[in-house]
């Protein structure tokens, strides 16, 4: 009895770790992005890729987190075009 106790409070305390750190991720990465201009569909510019070129780390590091929580997109960035 006492051993499941510690066990899942040691569980929680992981947990509650894991979405703190999770938390702080995700808030950097929305600061971040918020940096970025925000385009109208006429400003968009001619040179698209530099655009994504831009955005392209922040796409692998929300691939990564994904993949850590269990959630995998089978969506390719150029299938949104």
Known sequence: ????????KTE?????????????????LRLELSKFPDFTPA???LNTSALFLGHDEFE????????MCGRVSL???FSYM
Do not use: R, Y
Not at 1 to 8: A, C, E, G, R, Y
Not at 18 to 27: D, G, P
Not at 60 to 67: E, P, T
């Open 1 to 8: 009895m006492i051993t499941s106790v510690l066990s899942s």
């Open 12 to 28: 929680g305390q992981s947990v509650h770790s894991f979405v703190h750190a999770l938390s702080t991720c995700i808030e950097n």
């Open 43 to 45: 400003q968009i510019p």
């Open 60 to 67: 692998d590091v929300l691939k990564a987190v994904a993949s």
């Open 75 to 77: 969506v390719t960035t």
